[in-house]
T-cell receptor
Framework: DAGVIQSPRHEVTEMGQEVTLRCKLI?????LFWYRQTMMRGLELLIY????????DSGMPEDRFSAKMPNASFSTLKIQPSEPRDSAVYFC???????????FGQGTRLTVV | ELKVEQNPLFLSMQEGKNYTIYCNYS?????LYWYRQDPGKSLESLFV?????AVKQEGRLMASLDTKARLSTLHITAAVHDLSATYFC???????????FGTGTRLTIIP
């Protein structure tokens, strides 16, 4: 298995533009986590899904952020409109059922100018 | 709300020395995960601790879990430069699959 795959790896966009980050889960995994990492705030959990259903989105900063799982293997995180303070590295991670670790993608480095 | 605190936040130590990183968490949890992150890279799983008293060892790293004290430790023995990285802990359990990470400990091993 290729692991968790995120795209794009790097994204530079202008303030006000829409940004979509993509994540492909490891086959057979049924939990999906989106995290944001910055120097100031560390690693923050934004939202997580179980069996395609959002379970906890309390970490989503505001209405500009939305996340979906259109199927069991794919998720998107959308920011509309983007702002400079959204600049961060965004990770997704997937996990199978049971007490096992989550596996992380390589991350998307987002820069909003 | 679950709070996860690690200390120290920064640790600089000489090769060959021993040290311990602490992970305290605020709510009951029956398992805990340790991860490593190299600069500019993703997170890599190190240990999965599944019960009170669990101890896992891999090379110069040993992790333990005390669920009653809500404390996990990551012990480094005879540190080598390759262990320089940021280490994160994340409690999770009792049916709640949420994975909340600690602040991280940035470890630098000096030759």
């Amino acid at each position: 298995d290729a692991g968790v795959i995120q795209s794009p790896r790097h994204e530079v966009t202008e303030m006000g533009q829409e940004v979509t980050l993509r994540c492909k889960l490891i086959s057979g995994h049924n939990s999906l986590f989106w995290y944001r990492q910055t120097m100031m705030r560390g690693l923050e959990l934004l939202i997580y899904f179980n069996n395609n259903v959002p379970i906890d989105d309390s970490g989503m900063p505001e209405d500009r952020f939305s996340a979906k799982m259109p199927n069991a293997s794919f998720s998107t995180l959308k920011i509309q409109p983007s702002e400079p303070r959204d600049s961060a590295v965004y990770f997704c991670a997937s996990r199978p059922t049971g007490p096992t670790e989550a596996f992380f993608g390589q991350g998307t480095r987002l820069t909003v100018v | 709300e679950l709070k996860v605190e690690q200390n120290p936040l920064f640790l600089s130590m000489q090769e060959g020395k021993n040290y311990t990183i602490y992970c305290n968490y605020s709510t009951t949890s029956d398992r805990l995960y340790w991860y490593r992150q190299d600069p500019g890279k993703s997170l890599e799983s190190l240990f999965v601790l599944l019960s009170n008293g669990a101890v896992k060892q891999e090379g110069r790293l040993m992790a333990s879990l005390d669920t009653k004290a809500r404390l996990s430790t990551l012990h480094i023995t005879a540190a080598v430069h390759d262990l320089s990285a940021t280490y994160f802990c994340a409690p999770g359990g009792f049916g709640n699959e949420k994975l909340t990470f600690g602040t991280g400990t940035r470890l630098t091993i000096i030759p």
